[in-house]
């Protein structure tokens, strides 16, 4: 009880960090960010027109239009028509300026002349979009003006309206109740859970407190040490780095600074707000980076910085300190009889392990869901029979819970059943052979005990985490991240090589020893090596990934073993020998961890170290990150910061520790840009330079790099190639660098400039500049070198390629359908999109699907058209598919490609600056078919003619 106790008071203080946070949220939100104005258009008619102002007064709208018309709706000349004004069925759309509710908008007209108007709310106040008309009274009336006889015309929207507009903005607010409602729960919990347990222990009782001062003190004092080794690790460990962190090692701290941006733009003092920023959060669930982990760290960050030494105490103190605990609590169930002495045991052999500290110095969330998952262990082993529904749900709601902080914790979640099944099938077997008649009834009981925890995680997963099984249900991981695959002797000496021979030595001999012994409980030390053991199977039959972080999967083993190994040691040494042998071990993991982190190779230096793999006695060396290259690198970037326009795409061809995109990025930050000024809508881009992000590094989830080569003005190459990984995987970063080298038709539209950088003494950096855009000839010879460069399709390329060259490809996503269909999703930020069909064109085809786009009043002549081209480009046919005047969004189309390399797909459209928020053209299931019926009727309404030539 006193351990659980312990636990209790440190998780009472996390949850009372975590409780700040609505109080954080009420008091530190800013609110929307006000909208930018728009100003008007000057007249350039010669007609004497006088200016009419028209104000509309509607608190709660954020973005309203103007929808106008003269003299019985018609238009005015397009030369007097104010600015972003757009024009769809004779009847003009124009954006109203925003001034503290206050919407206005500046009409040129002759005097006299008649305007008819109503006004369109697009947006809430809070930013949410909607589509709420005002059409002057129910029934319709519309707004009418004689133009001249009040300079200020003053409207004011109708209470109807306003409700109209508030019950839009309240869809979400079932969300944010039951979000408020959740956490006013378990805050209630938790504190009748404190209050019981101070009543239990009758700790506000001096007389108890003086009855038990000794046990109290030794205790309390052991837990403040125990954050004192902590604080001073991880603070040791930061200021002895001298790096700029990028890829993953910063991507958490990035998602951290990002949603503070997010929650200071949301209106968070109201039930709405919560609702939408709980919203952002479900939905990251199902991306490759979860924002669950931020939710405790936004308030630490707020009131102490974004420096790295904060963001690794928070992590340290809120998600790795409690996976310390919980490991500690699992240990004393190891051993019943000294349950104390096996907490503490455990928890300073814990902090004493390099890699379990690893994940949390570099960055990594993923010590959360360690505790997670250590949790639903500790919930079974209280009760191994689960014959409590509560435990079953608490059990299915850590792993839950340690699948969405990281989704790697699946393994975890599939060992903590197998190792379940495991114990029930070895627990039935010895029954059996005892002759226990019971055997049968208990095996059948706790297997269905079993199987309705898994059903009780797959309904907790299904109502918490359904973008993660909708992610899981769509996305091949196996596949998706084959490049990351490596050999399985390989996978397991690099997980060895993390904590040495001796170590792991010491562990199993602990293991061996105690379970021989009696010292350590045999169910629990079985269960236990029986789910590090299923873990480590699935890893290497399915994941067979390396990195520190994934050590967290078999931590639980070792901890056990050298804990097992102190137990044995006391209970079967005597005297000295038991100080000594004792105190060697504890100094000897000392000392491991030591050399693993110190950031000087100790054994490395010494030549009796070096042969005889003498070094894999002793853990590998994972010191502070350093580089010496600091000054070279931040040379390139203010020489880009001064040579490259702002918005000027760059494409950095290098994907490896030494020098990629994300570093450039992230020096860039650190040099020029104050982080926390920015709007969250900036947060992900650059002020001053434009560093595309995710270009495609790996061939397994990548694609074919053209349409980020199209897109960028500057690519930046290296000499050697970086890569991240073996080179073979990596084709999609060499054809990039081949391109320049070998001089291919596509570099001929760059000028390589004239001064070059050299990043850690061995990589010399290139940089090319854009001299002319790149043709849609050299574009399609390009993409034919490209297919033949690299020789298997990469694992995320769809069949259809972005080739529109200022059309960023973040722009437009495309995922496959069924039947070999594809849904194509573009933002209409342009007025034409061209997309290139890679698979192999079948002659006489059949091109069908379905178009959604958000209002057919604000996009206007829509339309879609299909070519077939060419290896060179030159079009051999072309039909429309479907333009926004047609009465079905369907549409099925019938073209004669025979002889066509090629077929492109055209969108284009009509947004007019009204619309400076995102709008999306949605085509489903897009299908390429070869047409059965060849005959020369449909080949002849399908053939290219010499009009469709004069069109195109």
């Given at each position: 009880?006193?351990?659980?106790?312990?636990?209790?008071?440190?998780?009472?203080?996390?949850?009372?960090?975590?409780?700040?946070?609505?109080?954080?949220?009420?008091?530190?939100?800013?609110?929307?960010?006000?909208?930018?104005?728009?100003?008007?258009?000057?007249?350039?008619?010669?007609?004497?027109?006088?200016?009419?102002?028209?104000?509309?007064?509607?608190?709660?709208?954020?973005?309203?239009?103007?929808?106008?018309?003269?003299?019985?709706?018609?238009?005015?000349?397009?030369?007097?028509?104010?600015?972003?004004?757009?024009?769809?069925?004779?009847?003009?759309?124009?954006?109203?300026?925003?001034?503290?509710?206050?919407?206005?908008?500046?009409?040129?007209?002759?005097?006299?002349?008649?305007?008819?108007?109503?006004?369109?709310?697009?947006?809430?106040?809070?930013?949410?979009?909607?589509?709420?008309?005002?059409?002057?009274?129910?029934?319709?009336?519309?707004?009418?003006?004689?133009?001249?006889?009040?300079?200020?015309?003053?409207?004011?929207?109708?209470?109807?309206?306003?409700?109209?507009?508030?019950?839009?903005?309240?869809?979400?607010?079932?969300?944010?109740?039951?979000?408020?409602?959740?956490?006013?729960?378990?805050?209630?919990?938790?504190?009748?859970?404190?209050?019981?347990?101070?009543?239990?222990?009758?700790?506000?009782?001096?007389?108890?407190?003086?009855?038990?001062?000794?046990?109290?003190?030794?205790?309390?004092?052991?837990?403040?040490?125990?954050?004192?080794?902590?604080?001073?690790?991880?603070?040791?460990?930061?200021?002895?780095?001298?790096?700029?962190?990028?890829?993953?090692?910063?991507?958490?701290?990035?998602?951290?600074?990002?949603?503070?941006?997010y929650f200071n733009e949301q209106p968070l003092n109201t039930l709405y707000g919560i609702g939408r920023a709980s919203l952002g959060i479900w939905e990251s669930f199902g991306t490759t980076y979860s924002h669950l982990h931020v939710l405790p760290i936004i308030p630490l960050v707020h009131i102490f910085g974004d420096s790295r030494l904060v963001y690794i105490l928070s992590l340290t103190f809120l998600y790795f300190l409690p996976f310390v605990l919980v490991l500690g609590l699992i240990a004393a169930k190891m051993v019943p009889n000294n349950s104390l002495a096996a907490f503490w045991i455990a928890v300073f052999v814990t902090l004493f392990t390099m890699p379990v500290w690893l994940s949390t110095l570099n960055g990594f969330p993923d010590a959360a869901a360690a505790a997670m998952i250590g949790a639903a262990v500790w919930l079974y082993l209280r009760a191994p029979r689960l014959r409590s529904w509560r435990?079953?749900?608490?059990?299915?709601?850590?792993?839950?819970?340690?699948?969405?902080?990281?989704?790697?914790?699946?393994?975890?979640?599939?060992?903590?059943?197998?190792?379940?099944?495991?114990?029930?099938?070895?627990?039935?077997?010895?029954?059996?052979?005892?002759?226990?008649?019971?055997?049968?009834?208990?095996?059948?009981?706790?297997?269905?005990?079993?199987?309705?925890?898994?059903?009780?995680?797959?309904?907790?997963?299904?109502?918490?985490?359904?973008?993660?099984?909708?992610?899981?249900?769509?996305?091949?991981?196996?596949?998706?991240?084959?490049?990351?695959?490596?050999?399985?002797?390989?996978?397991?000496?690099?997980?060895?090589?993390?904590?040495?021979?001796?170590?792991?030595?010491?562990?199993?001999?602990?293991?061996?020893?105690?379970?021989?012994?009696?010292?350590?409980?045999?169910?629990?030390?079985?269960?236990?090596?029986?789910?590090?053991?299923?873990?480590?199977?699935?890893?290497?039959?399915?994941?067979?990934?390396?990195?520190?972080?994934?050590?967290?999967?078999?931590?639980?083993?070792?901890?056990?073993?050298?804990?097992?190994?102190f137990l044995a040691m006391w209970q079967l040494l005597r005297g000295k020998k038991r100080l000594v042998v004792m105190a060697t071990t504890a100094i000897f993991l000392i000392f491991n961890m030591f050399i693993g982190m110190w950031p000087v190779d100790i054994l490395g230096a010494h030549p009796l170290t070096t042969g005889m793999g003498f070094r894999s006695f002793f853990a590998d060396r994972y010191p502070p990150l350093q580089r010496n290259d600091l000054e070279q690198l931040n040379d390139l970037v203010n020489y880009l910061q001064k040579e490259v326009p702002a918005e000027a795409p760059i494409y950095v061809a290098a994907s490896s520790e030494l020098f990629n995109d994300d570093l450039l990025w992230h020096i860039q930050r650190n040099l020029h840009e104050d982080v926390r000024s920015y709007a969250f809508s900036e947060f992900w881009h650059s002020r001053n330079l434009n560093f595309l992000h995710w270009?495609?590094?790996?061939?397994?989830?990548?694609?074919?790099?053209?349409?980020?080569?199209?897109?960028?003005?500057?690519?930046?190459?290296?000499?050697?190639?970086?890569?991240?990984?073996?080179?073979?995987?990596?084709?999609?970063?060499?054809?990039?660098?081949?391109?320049?080298?070998?001089?291919?038709?596509?570099?001929?539209?760059?000028?390589?400039?004239?001064?070059?950088?050299?990043?850690?003494?061995?990589?010399?950096?290139?940089?090319?500049?854009?001299?002319?855009?790149?043709?849609?000839?050299?574009?399609?010879?390009?993409?034919?070198?490209?297919?033949?460069?690299?020789?298997?399709?990469?694992?995320?390329?769809?069949?259809?390629?972005?080739?529109?060259?200022?059309?960023?490809?973040?722009?437009?996503?495309?995922?496959?359908?069924?039947?070999?269909?594809?849904?194509?999703?573009?933002?209409?930020?342009?007025?034409?999109?061209?997309?290139?069909?890679?698979?192999?064109?079948?002659?006489?085809?059949?091109?069908?699907?379905?178009?959604?786009?958000?209002?057919?009043?604000?996009?206007?002549?829509?339309?879609?058209?299909?070519?077939?081209?060419?290896?060179?480009?030159?079009?051999?046919?072309?039909?429309?598919?479907?333009?926004?005047?047609?009465?079905?969004?369907?549409?099925?189309?019938?073209?004669?490609?025979?002889?066509?390399?090629?077929?492109?797909?055209?969108?284009?459209?009509?947004?007019?600056?009204?619309?400076?928020?995102?709008?999306?053209?949605?085509?489903?299931?897009?299908?390429?078919?070869?047409?059965?019926?060849?005959?020369?009727?449909?080949?002849?309404?399908?053939?290219?003619?010499?009009?469709?030539?004069?069109?195109?």
């Amino acid at each position: 009880m006193v351990i659980g106790g312990l636990l209790r008071a440190y998780l009472l203080i996390c949850v009372s960090i975590l409780l700040t946070f609505p109080a954080y949220l009420l008091a530190n939100n800013p609110g929307s960010p006000s909208n930018e104005l728009l100003a008007a258009k000057p007249p350039q008619s010669q007609v004497e027109l006088i200016v009419q102002e028209i104000r509309y007064h509607a608190p709660e709208a954020g973005k309203v239009v103007f929808v106008w018309g003269a003299d019985g709706w018609g238009p005015v000349p397009e030369a007097v028509r104010p600015a972003g004004t757009v024009i769809h069925k004779n009847v003009m759309f124009t954006p109203m300026t925003h001034v503290d509710g206050v919407f206005s908008v500046l009409v040129h007209v002759p005097k006299g002349l008649t305007v008819d108007f109503v006004f369109r709310i697009v947006a809430t106040k809070h930013g949410e979009p909607v589509l709420v008309s005002d059409l002057n009274g129910d029934p319709p009336q519309d707004y009418h003006i004689l133009a001249g006889n009040k300079k200020v015309v003053e409207i004011l929207a109708s209470p109807t309206v306003m409700d109209a507009v508030i019950a839009a903005e309240k869809e979400l607010t079932w969300l944010g109740a039951i979000v408020l409602a959740a956490f006013l729960s378990l805050s209630l919990i938790a504190l009748w859970k404190g209050i019981c347990f101070i009543r239990h222990h009758n700790l506000w009782a001096w007389s108890n407190f003086a009855q038990n001062k000794r046990f109290l003190l030794g205790n309390s004092g052991l837990l403040i040490l125990c954050l004192l080794i902590t604080a001073t690790i991880a603070v040791t460990f930061v200021s002895n780095e001298k790096i700029v962190h990028c890829w993953d090692n910063a991507a958490y701290q990035d998602e951290t600074m990002s949603r503070l941006l997010y929650f200071n733009e949301q209106p968070l003092n109201t039930l709405y707000g919560i609702g939408r920023a709980s919203l952002g959060i479900w939905e990251s669930f199902g991306t490759t980076y979860s924002h669950l982990h931020v939710l405790p760290i936004i308030p630490l960050v707020h009131i102490f910085g974004d420096s790295r030494l904060v963001y690794i105490l928070s992590l340290t103190f809120l998600y790795f300190l409690p996976f310390v605990l919980v490991l500690g609590l699992i240990a004393a169930k190891m051993v019943p009889n000294n349950s104390l002495a096996a907490f503490w045991i455990a928890v300073f052999v814990t902090l004493f392990t390099m890699p379990v500290w690893l994940s949390t110095l570099n960055g990594f969330p993923d010590a959360a869901a360690a505790a997670m998952i250590g949790a639903a262990v500790w919930l079974y082993l209280r009760a191994p029979r689960l014959r409590s529904w509560r435990q079953m749900l608490l059990i299915a709601f850590c792993i839950v819970m340690a699948i969405l902080f990281r989704r790697h914790f699946v393994y975890s979640g599939l060992a903590f059943f197998l190792a379940l099944a495991l114990q029930t099938s070895f627990s039935f077997v010895i029954r059996l052979r005892q002759g226990s008649q019971d055997a049968f009834r208990e095996f059948w009981q706790k297997t269905l005990r079993i199987c309705l925890t898994g059903l009780c995680t797959l309904a907790v997963l299904s109502t918490l985490g359904w973008p993660f099984l909708k992610l899981i249900f769509t996305e091949d991981y196996l596949q998706l991240y084959a490049s990351y695959e490596a050999p399985v002797l390989s996978v397991i000496r690099h997980y060895h090589d993390y904590y040495g021979l001796i170590s792991l030595t010491i562990a199993l001999a602990g293991l061996v020893i105690a379970f021989r012994k009696n010292i350590i409980s045999r169910q629990v030390s079985c269960f236990i090596v029986s789910m590090s053991g299923s873990a480590l199977g699935l890893w290497l039959m399915l994941s067979k990934q390396l990195g520190y972080h994934y050590t967290l999967h078999f931590n639980l083993a070792i901890m056990a073993g050298l804990v097992a190994s102190f137990l044995a040691m006391w209970q079967l040494l005597r005297g000295k020998k038991r100080l000594v042998v004792m105190a060697t071990t504890a100094i000897f993991l000392i000392f491991n961890m030591f050399i693993g982190m110190w950031p000087v190779d100790i054994l490395g230096a010494h030549p009796l170290t070096t042969g005889m793999g003498f070094r894999s006695f002793f853990a590998d060396r994972y010191p502070p990150l350093q580089r010496n290259d600091l000054e070279q690198l931040n040379d390139l970037v203010n020489y880009l910061q001064k040579e490259v326009p702002a918005e000027a795409p760059i494409y950095v061809a290098a994907s490896s520790e030494l020098f990629n995109d994300d570093l450039l990025w992230h020096i860039q930050r650190n040099l020029h840009e104050d982080v926390r000024s920015y709007a969250f809508s900036e947060f992900w881009h650059s002020r001053n330079l434009n560093f595309l992000h995710w270009t495609p590094f790996y061939d397994s989830g990548g694609v074919y790099p053209l349409e980020w080569l199209l897109l960028s003005d500057y690519v930046v190459v290296t000499n050697p190639i970086q890569y991240h990984m073996a080179p073979e995987q990596q084709d999609v970063v060499t054809v990039v660098n081949a391109a320049f080298r070998e001089g291919w038709e596509f570099a001929n539209d760059f000028e390589r400039l004239p001064v070059t950088f050299s990043v850690a003494d061995t990589v010399e950096v290139i940089i090319y500049k854009r001299a002319r855009p790149t043709s849609l000839a050299t574009a399609l010879r390009t993409f034919a070198s490209i297919k033949a460069f690299v020789p298997e399709r990469p694992g995320a390329q769809t069949s259809w390629v972005n080739i529109t060259d200022f059309f960023h490809p973040k722009w437009v996503f495309v995922s496959r359908g069924e039947e070999n269909s594809h849904d194509i999703s573009i933002n209409l930020k342009t007025s034409e999109l061209s997309l290139l069909y890679i698979d192999e064109v079948p002659g006489q085809v059949e091109i069908s699907g379905e178009v959604s786009y958000y209002d057919d009043d604000l996009i206007t002549d829509l339309a879609m058209r299909i070519k077939a081209v060419d290896e060179n480009g030159e079009i051999l046919a072309s039909r429309d598919l479907w333009k926004s005047n047609d009465s079905e969004a369907g549409f099925s189309t019938i073209l004669n490609a025979t002889q066509a390399a090629y077929l492109i797909l055209t969108i284009s459209a009509n947004c007019g600056t009204c619309l400076d928020s995102e709008y999306w053209c949605i085509i489903n299931n897009l299908k390429i078919s070869k047409q059965a019926d060849d005959s020369n009727e449909k080949a002849e309404t399908s053939g290219f003619t010499a009009l469709d030539r004069l069109i195109n």
